[in-house]
């Protein structure tokens, strides 16, 4: 179990390194001063406005549907976890873990940021993510925490180079 956390601490920061990377390469060509948001899930749920949390707009993948790329949406993900219709996943892979499943996965999306971040903090909220943080600063997302102490997510997302272009990348795994 204490193996499975120090993976999972240097998967994160290795993810936050390559992100903070990206984001330098990309230059925002905005203001040098960030919005930035950080709270706790409490505060985030008192925050969002109800029609956040309904049915997902029609440009977002049902359960059942695969986004149109040569890699699928991982198989063992919940059903209920959003993906962007227009999404390409650029990796996906699955390991076992001590008996326990780890998936992770990136996909890049025409979204924006604040879009997806909408998108990613409401069906955190929806499913009582526990232990949790939200960060959204200068165009860069990472949500973590537990879902039914069953579960946990990482989720970091960035906006690339490429004009118009998102990218996040989701380490989900069993408790």
């Known amino acids: 179990m204490k193996r499975s956390k120090v993976l999972s601490l240097i998967t994160m ?6 992100l903070g990377a990206c984001s330098e390469e990309a230059g925002d060509g905005g203001s040098s001063a960030p919005a930035s948001v950080d709270q706790t899930w409490p505060e985030m749920a008192a925050a969002v406005p109800q029609e956040a949390l309904s049915e997902p707009e029609a440009d977002e993948l049902p359960a059942s549907s ?28 699955k390991s076992v873990n001590e008996g326990k499943k780890v998936i992770l996965f990136n996909f890049t999306t025409k979204k924006s940021m604040d879009e997806l971040a909408d998108l990613y903090q409401a069906y955190a909220i929806d499913k009582k993510l526990e232990d949790g943080s939200v960060t959204f600063a200068d165009s860069k997302l990472m949500i973590e925490g537990s ?14 180079s490429e004009a118009g272009v998102s990218q996040i990348t989701v380490t989900w795994s069993e408790n």
């Open 13 to 18: 920061v290795s993810i936050s390194v390559w």
């Open 66 to 93: 695969e986004p149109s790329s040569a890699i699928a949406r991982p198989a063992d993900l919940p059903s209920d976890f959003p993906i962007p219709a227009d999404a390409v996943f650029m990796t996906s892979s």
């Open 147 to 160: 879902i039914d102490k069953t579960d946990s997510i990482w989720l970091l997302g960035t906006t690339l």
